[in-house]
């Protein structure tokens, strides 16, 4: 075998970039070089700060101005470097040399502008052709894309389409002008798991056909195994590894990498097991056997809008269709579905958050029809967990005050009562007591997640709603909170309600799994049961689905 | 859309009925007797009542009120105590005027107020920028009598570019134009400029730069639909603000509007003019707003008009 002599298309050497802070200049990015070559995917990966899309902004030439600057290095496309190119000759490269698709398919359309519009618009901006050839040229991308009826699409709206549509749009729109390089930033984060499935599959296909190298960043370690040819991990703002994906994943020399492949949840890494691995050390087993249900719920409904009257309503919604389930003391169900599976709606109908007919028992009281007094006492015994932990914490109070809430509105405990609950809380979930009197602002993501989980154990609940609790959060990070939610587990004898759209975070967390879609909940049974041996094809076309981070398993050679 | 307009037109009764009773009510509160200002200082008792019973205003209040419906619903205004007219003639002979003096001043407001808005935006935190924002600070201050007075001396009595008052060319719409503009185009400034920092930092924006666009037409083409949406719903509420605007800038330029009518007609106690001034003012915010709400769908394909 002839082993083809790399070309590189893209050379990056020695950038440095700076940010602007009130307290002077940092480095944001520090001495990064890779090549890109002909034809290859490139993957940059690392967490949140690690610079990689600083990285992919800086080839784009695309960095605010106000805050961030190239402070030294080179660009090379070719003959040109783009760190000294004018802005004018930039924007010939821009959607023309190299094209950039990014993380958001909903918010990255203009909403007013039709598909159309948005696509030819590159087209004649890069290739001078106007009008009918541009049409027939955006009309052939959409079909490249696999968008079904194209002629129709163009004259539609972003938000008539879906998410999954409206990345493939983007796709489209990128590779208009048969660009040198993609630039694909998280392209498949914010959709779920079968259609990022495909999108990557589309990704793959396109790079033959349009011959682009592409630059894929991403913090998915299951994506880089997929996708990648070579990898660079960044950290800090510094490549830190790089090399050939199977070198990477099978023989990381740095320990950052190490940690980083550790971290990834695993689908498959539980088999032969019941429960979550036990993680406290001391063996102090508060739950009681047989363990009691602490949660049952019976043909849950939730119907959304109102039945037409004159000319107000809008057409009604079934979120949530006729859902039966139960929940024991100490245990975890997992709810796992994808997007408008109605798995979060349930999660707030448990709680009495919407209104909703069937039945909700929790600790044998049933919440059904209760009005918001009545539901006072049963909201002590469940709590909720929510996904962004930037969003659930009110910026102007203290920590302290936030987690001591709860108990100043249910009239439990003095001043100095509740001090000490907040300061122990804090140790609980691993934060330093002093903590109490700081802002959200002051912590990092995974610390307002664990100050969210404080905050919910204050009136020390039998129940824990948790929403997507750890979807926000980096990989090193969410495996110590999901080690923490365990804990916590094993050692106050918590149920929780565990809604995820990640599989392989499910099965680490679950005792039972129930599979919802469409509002139903289409599988469920033990985890074992669910995920060694599912009945149920949409379950196992979401296992076939989740990638492997592991480059030899790859679902396409 | 045919349904909005129907659903919009019960409403513009509602509205008008509501605009009406409460007009009503508060002129019948008024202190002044118009019976007494039309008969004169030196009449007797005798001849203000004959007036009184003359003009119904011996009726109680309610009787009074129905009669006037009655009148609306057939078209009829009513007549001007003073002039002795119908009030519907008046009104439409002077309906012109102010129709292309709110144009004008729209104009001078959505244009002015979008072009340095826009400008303040793309500056953001520049020196251009706080000179927009002081300037535009000033003219949302300024009291419009203040500023017409203003405008008068420099543009006509001391460079004398423009007429001091009255109506006919196209010169004379000038300063009173400006003088309702400047208010609302603080406002559209100060409101482009907000809406337009928002649009320019949404991922629709990024996108449009990724694709090598020129800056004009990533302001003009993407930026700017979406920075409009807000600014049209405040177009229709504004006419509203407008109409008070009107009132003032006519007494002052000697404009022929309906504006200066319901000032004459507010000294006189001229009660039916006053009313019909006040209906048509309300017929014209409502129309605003519709008008509004038939342009946003227009703009933005998300809103369906229902």
Redesign the interface.
């Known amino acids: 075998m002839i082993v083809p002599v790399p070309m590189p298309v893209l050379t990056v050497r020695n950038l440095c970039v700076d940010a602007r802070t009130p307290e002077g200049r940092r480095r944001v990015l520090d001495d990064i070089s890779f090549d890109l070559n002909l034809g290859e995917t490139l993957c940059i990966a690392g967490e949140s700060g690690s610079g990689k899309s600083v990285t992919s902004l800086s080839i784009m030439g695309l960095l605010p101005k106000a805050s961030l600057q190239v402070a030294s290095g080179n660009i090379h496309l070719g003959e040109k470097n783009l760190v000294a190119l004018s802005n004018r000759a930039m924007r010939s490269v821009r959607g023309g040399d190299v094209a950039m698709v990014f993380q958001e398919p909903m918010t990255s359309l203009n909403p007013v502008m039709s598909i159309g519009a948005q696509l030819t618009e590159a087209i004649s901006e890069h290739q001078g052709s106007e009008g009918g050839t541009a049409q027939t040229i955006a009309r052939q991308m959409l079909d490249a894309v696999h968008i079904t009826d194209p002629a129709r699409r163009l004259t539609q709206y972003p938000h008539e389409l879906s998410g999954g549509m409206r990345q493939r749009v983007m796709i489209a729109m990128a590779l208009s002008c048969r660009p040198k390089v993609l630039i694909a930033d998280e392209p498949t984060t914010a959709l779920d798991v079968t259609v990022q499935a495909q999108i990557l599959k589309l990704m793959r296909e396109l790079k033959q056909e349009f011959g682009a190298s592409i630059i894929l960043i991403t913090h998915d370690m299951g994506v880089v195994a997929e996708m990648a040819d070579r990898v660079a991990v960044m950290q800090n703002g510094r490549i830190i590894e790089q090399g050939d994906v199977l070198s990477v994943f099978e023989k990381p020399t740095q320990a950052y990498t190490q940690e980083l492949l550790a971290a990834v949840p695993r689908l498959g890494a539980h088999t032969g097991t019941d429960g979550p691995p036990r993680v406290s050390p001391q063996v102090t087993t508060a739950i009681p056997t047989p363990p009691s249900p602490i949660l049952h719920v019976r043909n849950l409904n939730v119907t959304y809008g109102s039945p037409r009257w004159l000319f107000k309503g809008k057409p009604q919604l079934t979120a949530v269709n006729n859902v039966s389930f139960e929940l024991r003391a100490g245990e975890t169900l997992g709810l796992v579905g994808e997007s408008g599976s109605g798995k979060s709606t349930t999660g707030k109908a448990v709680l009495g958050l919407i209104p909703f007919t069937g039945d909700v028992v929790i600790d044998n009281k049933n919440i059904a029809g209760l009005n918001a007094r009545q539901m006072q006492p049963v909201r002590r015994s469940a709590q909720m967990i929510f996904q962004d932990p930037y969003a659930s914490l009110d910026p102007r109070m203290a920590v302290g005050a936030a987690i001591a809430e709860p108990l100043i509105i249910h009239g439990l405990g003095g001043r100095s009562e509740r001090d000490d609950r907040v300061a122990e809380l804090l140790r609980r979930v691993g934060l330093q007591p002093d903590a109490a009197t700081r802002y959200p602002h002051e912590f990092s993501g995974g610390q307002r997640q664990r100050i969210c989980i404080a905050r919910a154990l204050t009136l020390q609940p039998k129940l824990i709603v948790a929403d997507e609790s750890v979807a926000a959060l980096d990989v090193s990070v969410r495996a110590r909170v999901l080690d923490l939610m365990l804990e916590l587990q094993e050692t106050m004898g918590i149920a929780y309600l565990f809604i995820s759209h990640d599989m392989a975070v499910v099965e680490r967390m679950s005792h039972n799994v129930a599979v919802m879609r469409g509002g139903r909940i289409v599988e469920m049974g033990t985890r074992r049961a669910v995920f060694e041996n599912p009945q149920d094809d949409y379950t196992k076309t979401l296992m076939a689905a989740v990638p492997v981070p592991d480059p030899r398993a790859r679902h396409v050679a | 859309m045919a ?1 909005l307009i129907v ?1 919009r037109l019960v409403q513009t009764a509602l509205i008008l009925l509501g605009v009406a009773a409460i007009t009503f009510l508060l002129l019948y509160a008024l202190p002044a007797d118009p019976a007494r200002m039309i008969a004169g200082r030196s009449a007797t008792a005798q001849t203000v009542a004959n007036i009184r019973r003359e003009l119904g205003l011996d009726q109680p209040l309610l009787v009074q009120f129905w009669t006037y419906l009655q009148g609306i619903l057939q078209g009829n205004l009513g007549r001007s105590y003073a002039q002795k007219t119908d009030v519907g003639a008046l009104i439409l002979a002077r309906l012109p005027a102010t129709l292309i003096l709110m144009a004008a001043g729209i104009f001078v407001e959505v244009v002015l107020g979008l072009i340095l808005g826009i400008i303040a935006a793309l500056r953001r ?1 520049g020196a251009i920028d706080r000179m927009v924002m002081m300037a535009s600070f000033v003219g949302v201050s300024a009291p419009q009598f203040v500023v017409a007075l203003l405008l008068l001396y420099v543009f006509a009595v001391t460079l004398g570019w423009f007429p001091m008052s009255g109506f006919g060319t196209a010169a004379h719409v000038v300063l009173p134009a400006a003088t309702l503009g400047i208010l609302g185009a603080g406002w559209y400034a100060r409101m482009v400029r907000s809406a337009m920092i928002d649009v320019l930092n ?3 924006v ?9 800056s004009a ?1 990533i302001v003009l ?2 930026a700017l ?2 920075a409009l ?1 807000p600014i049209i719903a405040m177009i229709g509420i504004d006419i509203g603000q407008f109409m008070g605007g009107v009132v003032v800038v006519e007494a002052v330029y000697g404009w022929p509007g309906i504006g200066q009518l319901a000032w004459q007609a507010i000294q006189q106690v001229d009660i039916p003019i006053i009313m019909g001034v006040t209906l048509v003012s309300a017929l014209a915010i409502v129309l605003g707003n519709l008008l509004a709400d038939i342009i946003a769908p227009l ?4 809103i369906h008009a ?1």
């Open positions: 349904l659903r935190g949404q991922d629709y990024r996108t449009a730069r990724a694709k090598g666009l020129s037409r083409r993407h639909p979406n949406l703009i933005d394909p998300r229902r």
